[in-house]
């Protein structure tokens, strides 16, 4: 069983930053990826950025729309991941999503991030 936990969304004026930190309880190997989705009313969950572990293959991946702005790091020590924003746009607005996999899929509870104009 794995629990993720969220912190660290919030309102936020365009051009700003945030950092978003999901701390994982349960087992989780540095094999296992890690990452971050959001959510906006009307819309399917989307991949903002994973880390998909120490496994040989791509390691990183980030949606195209916050290349260059979003950086995911990782912690396995602490098994945490966290979501570095910069340059935020009002479109990055959402309930942003800490998920994990070990054989099955984990879900955070989310957390708000609002951007405004």
């Known amino acids: 069983q794995v629990q993720l936990v969220e912190s660290g969304g919030g309102l936020v004026q365009a051009g700003g930053s945030l950092i978003l930190s999901c701390v994982a309880s349960g087992r989780i190997f540095s094999t296992n990826p890690l990452g971050w989705y959001r959510q906006v009313p009307g819309k399917q969950r989307e991949l903002v950025a994973v880390?998909?572990?120490?496994?040989?293959?791509?390691?990183?991946e980030y949606a195209d729309s916050v290349k260059g702005r979003f950086t995911i790091s990782r912690d396995n020590a602490k098994n945490r991941v966290d979501l570095h924003m910069s340059s935020l746009k009002p479109e990055d607005t959402g309930v942003y999503y800490c998920y994990g996999h070990r054989g099955l899929e984990y879900w955070g509870q989310g957390t708000q991030v609002t951007v405004s104009s």
């Open positions: 880390d998909n572990g120490d496994n040989g293959g791509v390691r990183i």
